[in-house]
């Protein structure tokens, strides 16, 4: 489960990059960042 956590937080941070260079979604890219580094957080908190 913690290695699926880290994968979609990988994605998700790809995908904001990606949204931001891109194209501009406003306020949903940063809602992609904040999910992912809150997914990071609980991998590095839980193992």
């Keep these: 489960m913690g290695g699926l956590l880290y994968l979609i937080a990988v994605i998700l941070i790809i995908l904001w990059a990606l949204g ?18 809150v997914a990071i957080l609980l991998r590095l908190i839980r193992g």
Excluded: K, R
């Design 20 to 37: 931001f260079f891109v194209y501009s979604a406003g306020m949903l890219i940063h809602i992609l960042l904040v999910i992912a580094v």
